[in-house]
């Protein structure tokens, strides 16, 4: 598809959103296009979403994905972005528990770090603060030299403006208990997310995750604001930052004190950040292969439009667009170690206070040092979700994952058809036969000759 001003590069829709486009601006800047609507924006809604857009176009941070342009048409409502070369910290993260480890520490702590930064920066502008709304391991893309970004500031505003209010199949995957209620949000909700957030990476469980099977009891959960605090899942962690952490993820938005500086000034007193971006970027230099691997060949295909420019050809490998998009595969079954035994409600309390679901116990952490684990390069989602309905017109079949790394599987050795009891059973019975025809011929043998006949 042609875009006025653009060369487009890739482009995908995912199954729950528009359509996104990777493409590069006259000045050779290669950005992210994501179309909000399809239609017509009225006076109202163009006014709406252009401040909404210059809003995002102040946040000039090192840590923030910057909002360049919105792209106003009879046909087409889309913001512009910048875009980084990397994977979505969704894909990542989804990634090191399938192979039941998290991230470490060093990587966990410099990824939250340059989110709060980003949060902090945006909540200390001038004026009323600049709300992200959808704070999560989607809107957060890793390089793949270990620069991390926050993305999507404003975007869960502007897709409200557009279609009115969110429906759940388009929220955020995660949500303030006060979010959940449509009460109105402010930076509270941002900090509560980003604690949220914490939990993810530093014990590699996504929040909530035993309630997914039911949407409902989701919603219920996050309404709920449950979450076992990290002095179970993680007391190796500072206390400053646990107690910081815990504050963040109080459901009630008046006793969350703690703003985003807060956190980050916690983390920062408490940690060591400075080698992060090099630990995370050798993690990524030894993920990086399986990571784009496991782009199902859909996304890799759907990638690329049929009117790519020849000059355009090979400048972005085919699913990059989709690395830094969110995986949508359903993951139940693939990343929740769940029993025979369904869990509690959420609004009942589980039997034994101090005991932590399996769901929620920490991953233990991986080394960037040491090679994959036995699933390779085997997405875990692809093992449960089937590719969407298509045409295939390759000879091969659509398969998951590239080569698989670390396994060593040997066919078993040819058996020859005559071994142990058959071949036992074939001698015998050919030693009776050469026997018994030996024995006839030497009775034949010894038997004297008759008389001759008579004439």
């Not at 869960?156 to 959940?180: F, H, K, N």
């Not at 929040?207 to 219920?220: D, T, W």
């Not at 989709?322 to 869990?343: F, N, Q, T, Y």
């Amino acid at each position: 598809m042609a875009l006025e001003g653009f060369q487009v590069l890739q482009e995908i829709q995912p199954e729950r959103g528009r359509r996104v486009y990777l493409a590069r601006s006259k000045g050779e800047k290669v950005v992210m296009i994501r179309v909000l609507s399809a239609d017509a924006p009225s006076s109202d809604m163009t006014t709406a979403l252009t401040k909404e857009a210059s809003l995002g176009a102040r946040l000039d941070h090192e840590a923030i994905v910057q909002t360049r342009s919105m792209i106003l048409k009879d046909d087409m409502v889309a913001v512009v972005t910048d875009f980084l070369p990397g994977v979505s910290l969704q894909r990542l993260l989804r990634f090191a528990a399938g192979r039941d480890v998290r991230l470490p520490d060093v990587c966990a702590y410099y990824i939250l770090e340059r989110v709060l930064a980003a949060l902090a920066a945006a909540h200390g502008t001038k004026g009323e603060p600049i709300l992200h709304r959808a704070v999560a391991p989607e809107s957060v893309i890793v390089g793949w030299d270990g620069t991390v970004k926050l993305a999507d500031f404003g975007l869960a505003r502007m897709r409200q403006i557009v279609g009115g209010p969110i429906a759940t199949d388009e929220a955020s995957t995660l949500m303030a208990p006060e979010g959940t209620r449509g009460e109105k949000l402010d930076a509270r909700s941002d900090v509560f997310l980003a604690g949220l957030l914490a939990v993810r990476l530093l014990t590699g469980r996504t929040p909530y995750a035993r309630f997914r099977a039911s949407k409902a009891e989701h919603i219920l959960a996050m309404a709920e604001g449950e979450v076992t605090p990290l002095a179970k899942t993680r007391p190796d962690m500072p206390a400053a930052l646990r107690e910081a952490i815990d504050t963040a993820l109080e459901k009630d938005p008046a006793k969350r004190t703690v703003t985003a500086q807060g956190l980050l000034d916690a983390l920062r007193s408490s940690t060591e950040t400075g080698q992060g971006k090099a630990a995370l970027a050798k993690l990524l230099g030894r993920w990086r292969e399986p990571l784009e691997g496991a782009v199902t060949p859909w996304e890799r295909r759907a990638s690329l439009p049929d009117d790519v420019p020849e000059e355009a050809e090979g400048l972005m490998k085919p699913g990059t667009l989709a690395l830094a998009l969110s995986d949508e595969r359903p993951s139940d079954g693939a990343l929740i170690a769940s029993g025979s035994k369904a869990p509690p409600e959420p609004w009942q309390k589980r039997d034994g206070e101090g005991e932590v679901p399996t769901e929620e116990v920490a991953l233990k952490p991986t080394d960037p040092n040491t090679s994959l684990s036995r699933m390779g390069s085997i997405a875990p989602d692809a093992l449960v979700m089937p590719l969407p309905a298509m045409r295939i017109t390759m000879p091969e079949l659509p398969t998951y994952g590239g080569p698989p790394v670390n396994v060593s599987v040997r066919p078993p050795p040819k058996q020859s058809v005559f071994s142990g009891k058959v071949l036992a059973v074939v001698l015998l019975t050919g030693a009776l036969v050469l026997l018994g025809g030996a024995f006839i011929l030497f009775r034949w043998l010894l038997t004297p000759p008759g008389p001759p006949p008579k004439r």
